[in-house]
């Protein structure tokens, strides 16, 4: 409800996309038929009770993510939930793997091209814009490896390296997940910048510039560490001044 009073304030229409594994929540706000749209990517979401004990509904808390969207003066704007989040009716119960072990798996990729093919089809749009949080930015890496009409990319808090943060974390591998990282090389020429919290504890700045790194190219002009900012907090406040960080030429 809180998540529908935010979209509906900000103009957006709520989507539910049926694809070939899921059906997945989006929300759209498109004026400009013809214009490239802008699709934000949710992050994991609430994924996890504790470190060993995996929630029932991984919808986001706070929907921040939304609210970044929301904030976006963009004309073609959307947002997209992963699997299992803000689902609703008479729709199937998503296996809570999509939301752990194997969120970032081959099929939940597909599944997400499937529904930005659907949004980008409302919109009427032929070029798309990434933005990604967290796990959206994993997502919104390896969405954008595979497609040839994303003309930037951006992430936020990103897990750009899932290997490494569970590493760092003292977590087990995801089994049957894509790590972004390695399709970091594919992504050399497209124009990105990538934003980290400087009191992030949960994906550390040092995640960050490893895939900055990765792409081939110097990081400075493609990274920007935000001073103060955790890994939920202080993004609302500097979000439209972000949104005009300059992308670096490839």
């Known amino acids: 409800e809180a998540a529908d009073r935010i979209a509906r304030a900000a ?38 009770l504790t470190r060993r004990q995996l929630s029932a509904d991984p919808t986001p808390g706070k929907p921040l ?21 803000y689902t609703a009716g008479p729709f199937p119960v998503c296996d809570p793997i999509y939301w752990s072990a194997r969120r970032f798996s081959n099929e939940v990729v ?44 951006r992430t936020v808090a990103g897990n ?27 992504l050399k020429y497209l124009p990105q910048h990538h934003f980290a919290g400087s009191a992030d504890t949960v994906v550390p700045p040092f995640i960050t510039e490893s895939f900055a790194k ?8 493609k990274m920007t560490i935000i001073e103060g900012a955790t890994h939920g907090e202080g993004w609302k406040a500097r979000w439209r001044s972000l949104l005009a960080v300059p992308f670096q030429e490839p």
Do not use: C
């Open 160 to 186: 750009l390296d899932t290997e490494a943060v569970n590493r760092y974390h003292g977590v087990s591998p995801l089994e049957g997940s894509l790590n972004p990282i390695h399709r970091a090389r594919k």
């Open 65 to 85: 993510v939304l609210e970044l969207a929301a904030m976006d003066p963009a004309a073609n704007v959307a947002y997209l939930a992963r699997p299992g989040q």
């Open 214 to 221: 990765q792409t081939g190219d110097e990081v400075r002009g």
């Open 110 to 153: 597909k599944a997400m091209n499937e529904a930005v093919d659907r949004l980008r089809a409302d919109a009427g749009s032929r070029r798309l814009n990434l933005i990604g949080y967290s796990g959206g930015a994993a997502i919104a890496v390896l969405i954008a490896s595979g497609r040839s009409d994303v003309v930037s990319l």
């Open 11 to 48: 103009g957006f229409r709520k989507i539910f996309i049926e694809t070939k594994d899921f059906v997945l929540t989006a929300y759209l706000r498109a004026s400009e038929p013809g214009g490239d749209l802008t699709v934000y990517i949710e992050g994991d979401g609430a994924a996890w």
